[in-house]
């Protein structure tokens, strides 16, 4: 498959403390999407990054694209409950077909 | 209300039956997707369609099928060949082109038993 590879698969931390996940391409992406997949939910958008090197915000969540368009991340500052779930990244796969990372599973300790 | 409709949430199916899962969106879509979700494993693409009566294989398409003969309907059947149906499917569409979002449905939860 083309998946691309995304870390770590679990991520466990304290309410406050910070987290990110990464995804990594072996190829160069036209673009990049990301999702987020709540407790028994199903995935929603969360962002799409198209420029090299963009970085965009959304409140305590920050995203970016890396300057060779092979790699991003998610960190999110200060997590909160709210922020539990699974977060994945998408990349086109040709064939207008979207190819999911395995996700990154965040819990939350209050 | 816009969206993407999956029926039913839950189904029991004995070995050896076959079972259809409902997909139905009013969102103008060209293109839907069915995705199949494990644990550890992400989402996986079994069937995907751009257009109606045109589809194509995704990674994992043994063992289903699938119909797209009106535009806001795609269903999926999981055969009696799928050896280890049992997992969470999930229905989505998009306008066909580069770089649009994918919707999701609410999915459906499969249980051989």
């Known amino acids: 498959g083309q998946q691309v590879m995304q870390i770590p698969q679990y991520q466990h931390v304290q309410e406050g403390e910070d987290f990110t996940t990464y995804c990594n391409s072996s190829t160069t992406l036209s673009n990049i999407q990301w999702y987020k997949q709540r407790p028994g939910g199903h995935p929603v958008f969360l962002i799409q990054l198209v420029k090299s090197g963009e970085v965009k915000k959304q409140k305590r969540l920050t995203f970016q694209f890396g300057e060779a368009k092979k790699n991003s991340s998610l960190h999110i500052t200060a997590t909160q409950t709210t922020d539990v779930g699974t977060y994945f990244c998408a990349k086109e796969g040709g064939s207008e077909k979207l190819v999911f990372g395995k996700g990154t599973k965040l819990t939350v300790n209050p | 209300d816009g969206g993407i409709t999956q029926s039913p949430k839950y189904l029991f199916r004995k070995e050896g039956q076959n079972v259809t899962l409902s997909c139905e969106q009013n969102l103008n879509h060209d293109a839907m997707y069915w995705y199949r979700q494990d644990p550890g494993q992400g989402l996986r693409l079994i069937y995907y369609?751009?257009?109606?009566?045109?589809?194509q294989k995704g990674d994992i398409a043994e063992g289903y099928s699938v119909s797209r003969e009106k535009k806001e309907s795609f269903p999926l059947t999981v055969t009696s060949a799928q050896k280890n149906p049992t997992a969470f499917y999930l229905c989505?569409?998009?306008?066909?082109?580069?770089?649009?979002?994918?919707?999701f449905g609410e999915g459906s939860w499969l249980t051989v038993v």
């Open positions: 369609s751009q257009i109606v009566n045109d589809f």
């Open positions: 989505a569409s998009t306008h066909r082109g580069s770089g649009n979002t994918i919707y």
